[in-house]
């Protein structure tokens, strides 16, 4: 019997967390392994939780590792989507029943991993990452597929800007893009990210991008632009599958030898305060906008411990900080790259 | 020519900001003066930030003073109210006119003041108030007032509890609450204060609570209970900002005394380490669910860096971290009180 499409998806993900967490644990042999977490959720599904963090932050001869915080959870869960959920899905997925039909409760399934790699050193960048696909079953027939989706990205946050390190990691990106179709899903899904992670009080990108993309299925052509694709047609569940696989698979060699070649970098006092204060955007970001984490936040019974496992370990505030004003300073330079999005490659 | 009401408030808030500020300097020599910042704002009105940090937080010989991060803000505002936040505020306010004859518009002035204490000594709380005047004219007869109110609150967030800080604190704010309706008006002040700062996906009040109150005027005898009143009657305009003083009067009582008497706590990195544990919690409650965080975000033109002056210096996140979990340690105590909040008084 051929494996299930949801259970394909849910063992991709399961797999990509531990070639990713291994891989981290290997970059710094000495430093503490990832805690790994099972968990099962009451409602349906399991996930597991892989978190770095040193035991004793107070103790300074236990914080020379390179990694500072990290979180790289996968979760696969499945339900009852209640009304006010299926009513607002209802407005990107047409093929989703009307209310009278269902009693307003849809079976759904969904399968995803989310990661966030927090360096220690300031000039190591920040890498965020989320790949999920999405489901929902016909209430009478549970076998029959209704509705589905994927969507993800992955984008970097530096403090200090180094230009190849951008140019690399976006590039990476968009060779994963181009094997599914050439030159036609990397430009959209980077302009995506760039306005998605967007802090509009700031008037600040969070980082230097990377790319996004949500309700990505057959139907959705205006999510998948095709009219510079030569082979423009409808892709399939598997074809698609293919992209966001090519997406997760790339994620190590988009982000390692950036971390390989920064996190040894010599800093000073200021460098360290310039990056809490950057942190401190990144809260900024994730608890006021960010989609996810405020649906979590939201959701009763929701595992509050792995939504916020985003947040960095410390963050600074400052009042007026002189910080970057100087625009030939190295904080002055990321801060008119966050707030003039470019084009790397 | 007697002074207008309004400019008497103005006159209060700002003579309140110079005589706390004062006070802190004064208990603190050899620490920074605060930072005194005048603006004005272009649709109309002006303001006074003042506020405390160290000019180096990197260099440790800064960091031995009492505050470590602290804002105590005046703003005095006048301009039009777009249709939206009139069509809001008419829950409350049914003399405010309807659209049709105001074209949606609607001419306001507010006075108020904000204030935030970070001290640096983990056993020190940080405090927060906040005193604010709401007035709204007729767009056809600018000097009839069509709708005023009063909001305000103070509130003591401690790191670690010391059930005589939290008694002090309340005791003070309660004798200024029964100088004008003895009894009546602490209690309700005093829950909707546990309602307000509560943080709902940590199922954790922000602090140990003390007062909160919006809209209060002389129609609103629902914010104004009455029924245990012996002298029960619609308080006047003067009656109501006679109570708001009492309340801004009494805060350097209310607290001053818990700071002096924790300033030089001595304290190991574990307390410190707590502190900044609580400081994030601190930060969830401000960027989530905060009402004037998030009108201020989102109000175009809006003083950011006034706005998040609350934020603390520094703050932390740990994924599951085993601090407070054991029950009968100081960390834990704190937890209990902040998961089931308590009568002081």
Redesign the interface.
């Known amino acids: 019997m051929p494996v299930a499409f949801r259970d394909q998806v849910a063992e991709y993900v399961v797999n990509l967390q531990d070639s990713i967490v291994t891989r981290f644990e290997q970059l710094d042999p000495s430093a503490p392994k990832f805690?790994r977490?099972s968990w099962t959720r009451t409602e349906g599904g399991k996930g597991i939780?892989c978190?770095f963090?040193v035991p004793n932050?107070?103790r300074p001869e236990e914080t020379n590792t390179i990694l500072e915080?990290a979180?790289v959870n996968v979760s696969i869960v499945h339900g009852s989507l209640p009304p006010a959920a299926v009513k607002q899905m209802r407005v990107d997925h047409a093929t989703l029943p009307s209310d009278p039909d269902t009693q307003g409760v849809l079976p759904f399934f969904a399968a995803g991993i989310s990661l966030i790699i927090h360096p220690r050193n300031p000039h190591a960048p920040t890498v965020h990452a989320n790949y999920r696909y999405f489901e929902v079953s016909d209430p009478k027939e549970p076998s029959k597929t209704v509705a589905w989706w994927f969507g993800g990205g992955c984008d970097l946050t530096p403090s200090y800007l180094y230009e190849e390190d951008a140019v690399h990691f976006h590039e990476t990106l968009k060779i994963a893009c181009d094997k599914h179709a050439p030159g036609v899903l990397y430009p959209p899904f980077k302009k995506w990210c760039d306005e998605y992670f967007y802090i509009?009080?700031?008037k600040e990108a969070r980082g230097v991008g990377g790319i996004f993309f949500d309700d990505l299925n057959s139907a959705n052509h205006h999510r998948l632009p095709t009219d510079k694709d030569p082979s423009s047609r409808p892709r399939s569940q598997e074809e698609i599958f293919g992209f966001v696989k090519s997406c997760g698979d790339t994620f190590l060699a988009s982000y390692l030898p950036i971390l390989e070649k920064r996190a040894n970098t010599p800093f000073t006092?200021?460098q360290?305060?310039w990056q809490?204060l950057r942190r401190?955007r990144y809260?900024?970001f994730n608890?006021?906008y960010d989609r996810g984490t405020?649906f979590g936040?939201n959701t009763p019974g929701?595992r509050?411990?792995s939504?916020?496992?985003s947040?960095?370990?410390?963050?600074?505030?400052?009042?007026?900080s002189e910080m970057g004003t100087d625009v030939e300073s190295e904080e002055g330079k990321l801060l008119e790259v966050v707030r003039n999005p470019k084009e790397w490659v």
């Open positions: 805690n977490d939780s978190a963090a932050p107070t915080k979180g509009p009080h700031r006092e200021q360290r305060r809490l401190g809260v900024e608890l006021v405020k936040l929701a509050v411990e939504i916020l496992m947040l960095p370990e410390t963050a600074r505030w400052e009042y007026q």
